[in-house]
């Protein structure tokens, strides 16, 4: 017999209160170019946008819920409710994509989206960095392991360390 609370909410509740989490900080409208008139696709149809009228979070969500992170993380855990995991991934990615629509579209103020992406949804920055003339020159000369280690027992003339026990290391 399986211990602990009942789970809260069923795939098909759960499922429905975020839908209706989405829609409680969101609106649809319709497209609009610079002059004010709908934007149409090729085939003629209105292009209508989501605007959030309050950011979508992780946290905003589970508020609305009712129910702790903590709570969120396990419905999450696919070990724990397979069944769940699914409409949980669809609600993450649904944030996400709010969140780098932000960073695209915004001209200032994206630290805090930068961090979130990061830190919560595998996002990664790359850096290159560009080494300077002395530095590669320097690195020319460096020396090699076996030389170091050369160095080093001629320092130490007790080491009774041989070279396969070092390479292990």
């Known amino acids: 017999m399986a211990a602990g609370r009942p789970k809260k909410y069923t795939k098909k509740g759960l499922r429905e209160a975020i839908e209706r989490y989405f829609r409680s900080i969101s609106r ?11 934007i149409r696709n090729d085939d003629g149809e209105e292009i209508k946008v989501v605007q959030f009228v309050v950011p979508p979070s992780v946290t905003g969500m ?12 396990n419905y999450a855990d696919a ?13 993450r ?15 200032k103020g994206v630290q805090g989206i930068i961090f979130n992406l990061q830190n919560n949804y595998g996002w990664k920055q790359k850096q290159e960095v560009e080494l300077g003339k002395d530095t590669r020159e320097s690195m020319k000369h460096a ?12 320092d130490d003339g007790e080491s009774e360390c041989d070279e396969d026990e070092v390479d292990g290391l």
């Open 143 to 154: 020396a090699t392991y076996h030389e170091k280690l050369a160095l080093l027992r001629a």
């Open 28 to 38: 649809t409208i319709p497209a609009r170019d610079d002059t004010g008139g709908i």
């Open 79 to 91: 070990a724990l409710h397979p069944e769940l995991t699914g409409i949980c991934q669809g609600a």
């Open 93 to 107: 990615t649904r944030i996400e994509a709010y969140l780098e629509q932000e960073l695209l579209t915004r001209e």
């Open 62 to 73: 589970c508020l609305y819920l009712g129910i702790d992170r903590s709570t969120w993380q």
